[in-house]
């Protein structure tokens, strides 16, 4: 069965230091990778996504993310972390398919805390 | 361009009480989609439409009814609520539904069932 794994409920950093949110998948096919971020009382906002190609994806607010077939695992990674990073993250898997639609499968999120 | 939109933003119910939920997208989205969110869970997929007059079940579907009269509206309906059902649910849009789409998430509907 298809799942995601997010193995840290919080992550702290201090600002200024780099950032690493984990994330592990287990899928039957190629995967394709996603990661959203929630800010309090609002909806989740697309970062990035890996679909194939360079390994290492760069998305929005300088956040980039490496896919490692290996290990299975699409680490979120920021090189220098702002306060405004802190939110909730949440990893995301899905199995292209031929059927109707594919459904994408979501990680339990992991509420990242950055302090001044 | 509003992107996704969802009333109501909060709601009380009463035990046995029904509601509905309406999402709009004005991005002419083929595909739309209804989850909850429950602290420590993540998302999970309630129910999703793959086009105008089409419904399809999620992974957790007991207990809600959707409809997809109109493209642009994704209706989620609780018949009789309960208080299980108490979470935060979120609406979502994607062009396609091919996996390589990014989906698009309105700001959700916080419900408490008393």
């Known amino acids: 069965a298809q799942s995601v794994a997010q193995p840290e409920d919080q992550v702290n950093v201090a600002e200024g230091n780099p950032l690493t949110v984990k994330c592990t998948y287990s899928?039957?096919?190629?995967?394709?990778l996603f990661w959203y971020v929630q800010y309090p009382n609002r909806g989740l906002q697309f970062l990035l996504k890996?679909?194939?190609?360079?390994?290492l994806v760069k998305g929005s607010y300088g956040f980039e993310a490496e896919f490692n077939k290996s290990q299975t695992s699409f680490h979120l990674k920021k090189p220098s972390a702002l306060v405004s990073d802190s939110a909730l993250y949440f990893c995301?898997?899905?199995?292209?398919?031929?059927?109707?639609?594919?459904?994408?499968?979501f990680g339990s999120g992991t509420r990242l805390s950055i302090r001044p | 361009n509003a992107g996704v939109t969802q009333t109501p933003k909060f709601r009380v119910l009463k035990t046995g009480q029904s509601m509905t939920l309406l999402c709009a997208q004005d991005?002419?989205?083929?595909?739309m989609y209804w989850y909850r969110q429950d602290p420590g869970m993540g998302l999970r997929l309630i129910h999703y439409?793959?086009?105008?007059?089409?419904?399809a079940k999620g992974e957790v579907p007991d207990g809600y009814n959707v409809s997809r009269l109109k493209k642009q509206n994704f209706l989620l309906g609780l018949e009789s609520a309960a208080p299980s059902q108490t979470s935060v649910y979120f609406c979502?849009?994607?062009?396609?539904?091919?996996?390589?789409?990014?989906?698009?998430f309105g700001p959700g509907t916080r419900l408490l069932v008393l």
């Open positions: 995301a898997v899905r199995v292209p398919s031929y059927s109707s639609a594919s459904k994408i499968i």
């Open positions: 439409s793959v086009g105008e007059g089409t419904t």
């Open positions: 979502a849009s994607s062009e396609t539904s091919g996996g390589q789409e990014t989906q698009y």
């Open positions: 899928v039957s096919g190629n995967p394709y």
């Open positions: 890996y679909i194939t190609g360079d390994n």
């Open positions: 991005m002419n989205h083929e595909y």
